[in-house]
């Protein structure tokens, strides 16, 4: 199994205070998306992930990508690596490790990748 980079929910929320070359992608089912999202996290639904290749490989920015507890977005990230795009991070333990490390959650309108 490939290593993937990773960040801490701490770790990520200390680095959108002070650094904004950082895009957040929130791979989950809309279920679970309806219970909050991290703040400023777009949406792309994981299913998805291969048909918005260019996305990633077109970004200049790093891309922290979560899910749940950080299982699929590590899929993800392994996927992506995979296919050359290195500038990808998973969020270790998900949104469940942001919440429990008492960071906030956004219950506003989703931004969603077209």
């Known amino acids: 199994m490939s290593r993937i980079k990773e960040i801490t929910a701490t770790e990520l929320s200390r680095l959108l205070d002070s650094d904004s070359n950082f895009e957040i992608i929130d791979i989950r089912t809309q279920a679970e998306i309806q219970r909050g999202i991290i703040p400023d996290a777009r949406i792309l639904p994981m299913a998805r ?18 899910c749940r507890t950080g299982s699929r977005s590590a899929q993800v990230c392994r996927f992506l690596n995979k296919h050359g795009i290195n500038n990808v991070i998973n969020l270790r333990g998900g949104i469940v490790n942001w919440t429990s490390s008492g960071l906030p959650l956004d219950m506003g309108p989703v931004d969603l990748i077209d």
Do not use: A
């Not at 048909?51 to 790093?62: C, I, R």
């Open 49 to 66: 992930i291969p048909l918005k290749m260019n996305f990633f490989s077109v970004s200049e920015k790093q891309i922290v990508i979560y």
